[in-house]
């Protein structure tokens, strides 16, 4: 187990999501949501990327590029906010990281 303080002086990368516009539905608020979380990460140490009414191609793009820049021990955070189904990615680096990621059904 992890103590607080190694927690602490891990590196903290997220990568966030907020997708308004769909076919059929608009919503209104989740690329503001992904913004304002960034802007909270941020006073916490966390280096953000944010991807707002991203399709598909660009929501695997941006997770790809997270798997090229994260470490091992580095704190991962992925925040979505809008329409999606969730599913669980495991990522290798030498120990095994779970994350929850969201893909759009299109």
Do not use: W
Not at 59 to 66: I, K, P, T, V
Not at 68 to 94: A, N, P
């Amino acid at each position: 187990m992890a103590s607080a303080s190694n927690v602490i002086e891990r590196r903290r990368v997220a990568l966030l999501f907020g997708n308004d516009s769909y076919p059929r539905a608009q919503l209104n608020s989740c690329c503001k949501d992904a913004r304002d979380m960034s802007k909270a990460l941020t006073s916490l140490g966390f280096h953000c990327t944010v991807k707002c009414d991203a399709n598909k191609k660009q929501m695997e793009q941006a997770e790809s590029d997270l798997r090229r820049r994260i470490r091992t021990g580095d704190c991962i955070l992925i925040y979505f906010s809008g329409h999606g189904q969730e599913e669980k990615v495991e990522i290798q680096l030498g120990v095994t990281v779970y994350e929850t990621f969201f893909l759009l059904q299109l």
